[in-house]
């Protein structure tokens, strides 16, 4: 999330950076393997 | 020139439980910050009547502090409003969400996952802990005691695999639903349940990035629910052998407790990478790990000159974990290779005698010429079109630096 042409990092002084915290969290999608998936797949190929 | 800064409309801001910082989240751009007191308290104060004056006055009484105004303004600027949480004339970049997801598809919506979640939410109750620990003895036992390692060597055939595949779907539908469950029985809205690959591994996935305004401890509890599920479909499989005698459903249940074991590595974003991150209350950890070899990467790269700049024990942890990681999408990329090995790496031979036959004689150019081509084939495009995706990602990628961090 950012605005254009924002691509340089923002300086602040040493007391700012004490002061106030901001960090964007990222997407937590949860996911399964479904690492089973990946043999079958392969069984797949070599069946069809 | 002073002006009124104001909140955006839909801006939620609520204390993170036992943690000394709070969660905002904007639901339009669907973003999500984790921020301290001083800034929350800002924030508060952000109402569209203050100007950046007046504002500076207020945090500096209240603080105790002699922030210039130069610098309130250029926070506000520079690191609120990009985060969409103030109302802006600017355009906004709406991100990608979740960049690391390849050909994503929605296949259960929140509307629906909301419905089927309130059955389950009677799972999770305050003996769980106990409950998993039991379970998994009870069937440690029952495996130790009903099955060989000849028998396992004789049920792991490709007809015995190919069987279990539905139950693999099934079992990963479970797993995503186990999250979305603790998610909403924790009170936060959980979102879709979908699927796509990640490293080039199909998997299934859950949104539950509500999940941040939660406790370290509950959230341990969303990360490891897909696994619980997956534990109680393979205690159901061996009641069932029990009564029936039939012996695919004691192998399928070791299958299915085998295949959720990779969900615990947690150098990549697996279930054990979110029980790490919870764990050590640390959020972020792979771009943090980046950084960290970034800094020592120039550090190095400038004959190391200036301070080496791994100097605490987190540094330290961050740049192995980034060795490590990096390690590990190399030996997932390459398993997926392996797997598919033949199709894949003869696959730009395969590809250019089609496109000579193609040329040379346009007329074998028929419905089932194509159709053939695509279906032999389908392994191999779908990893070339994720190559492409990855590569395209990696030389596309923005430098982000307008958040301030710790």
Redesign the interface.
């Known amino acids: 999330?950012?605005?254009?042409n924002?691509?340089?990092?923002?300086e602040?002084?040493a007391?700012?950076?004490e002061?106030?915290?901001?960090?964007?969290?990222?997407?937590?999608?949860?996911?399964?393997?479904?690492?089973?998936?990946?043999?079958?797949?392969?069984?797949?190929?070599?069946?069809? | 020139m002073d002006y009124t800064p104001e909140l955006e409309d839909d801006v939620f801001i609520s204390q993170i439980e036992n943690e000394p910082?709070s969660f905002v989240h904007q639901a339009n751009?669907d973003?999500?910050?984790?921020?301290?007191a001083?800034?929350h308290y800002?924030l508060q104060l952000i109402d569209g009547e203050k100007t950046i004056s007046e504002l500076t006055t207020l945090v500096n009484n209240h603080?105790n502090?002699n922030?210039s105004k130069q610098?309130i303004d250029?926070?506000i600027k520079?690191?609120?409003?990009?985060?969409?949480i103030l109302k802006?004339s600017?355009?906004?970049?709406?991100?990608e969400?979740?960049p690391y997801?390849n050909l994503r598809m929605t296949l259960i919506p929140h509307s629906i996952v909301s419905k089927i979640t309130r059955y389950f939410q009677f799972l999770f109750f305050d003996q769980l802990w106990y409950v998993i620990g039991t379970l998994l003895v009870a069937l440690g036992v029952m495996y130790a005691s009903t099955i060989s390692f000849h028998d396992i060597s004789h049920f792991l055939t490709?007809a015995h695999?190919?069987s279990?595949?539905p139950l693999?779907?099934g079992?990963?539908i479970a797993?995503?639903l186990g999250?979305a469950s603790a998610c909403e029985k924790f009170g936060m809205r959980a979102g879709s349940i979908g699927f796509g690959f990640?490293i080039f591994?199909?998997?299934?996935?859950?949104?539950?990035?509500n999940?941040?305004s939660l406790s370290s401890r509950k959230r341990v509890i969303?990360?490891i629910a897909?696994m619980y599920f997956q534990l109680l479909i393979s205690c159901i499989l061996v009641i069932i052998y029990s009564i029936s005698a039939n012996e695919w459903m004691l192998y399928a249940s070791l299958?299915n407790i085998?295949?959720?074991l990779?969900?615990l590595n947690p150098f990549v974003?697996?279930?054990g990478y979110?029980i790490l991150s919870d764990l050590l209350g640390m959020?972020?950890i792979?771009?943090k790990a980046e950084k960290s070899f970034k800094q020592t990467l120039a550090w190095f790269l400038d004959k190391m000159n200036g301070e080496f700049p791994i100097k605490t024990t987190t540094d330290k942890f961050l740049l192995s974990y980034f060795l490590v990681n990096k390690i590990m999408v190399v030996v997932l990329l390459l398993?997926?290779v392996v797997?598919?090995g033949h199709?894949v790496s003869y696959f730009p031979y395969r590809f250019w005698n089609f496109l000579s036959a193609l040329i040379m004689k346009p007329q074998v150019l028929s419905f089932n010429f194509l159709k053939t081509f695509i279906?032999?084939n389908l392994?191999s495009i779908l990893f070339y079109i994720l190559l492409f995706n990855f590569i395209k990602k990696i030389l596309t990628r923005?430098?982000?630096?307008?958040?301030?961090?710790?």
């Not at chain 1, 924002?6 to 923002?10: F, Q, R, S």
């Not at chain 2, 923005?398 to 710790?406: D, F, V, Y």
């Open positions: 999330m950012k605005i254009e924002e691509k340089t990092p923002v602040y002084s007391k700012m950076q002061l106030f915290y901001v960090e964007e969290l990222e997407d937590r999608f949860e996911m399964a393997t479904a690492a089973a998936i990946v043999p079958n797949l392969a069984c797949w190929e070599i069946n069809f | 910082y751009y973003v999500r910050l984790r921020v301290n001083q800034t800002l603080f502090q922030i610098e250029r926070f520079n690191t609120l409003e990009p985060s969409g802006t600017r355009e906004i970049i709406k991100k969400r979740a997801l490709p695999i190919l279990y595949f693999a779907l079992s990963c797993h995503e999250h990640y591994i199909p998997v299934f996935y859950a949104d539950v990035s999940a941040w969303i990360d897909g299958v085998i295949s959720f990779p969900n974003r697996y279930d979110w959020n972020n792979i771009q398993t997926f797997f598919n199709s279906i032999d392994v923005k430098k982000s630096g307008t958040i301030l961090e710790q």
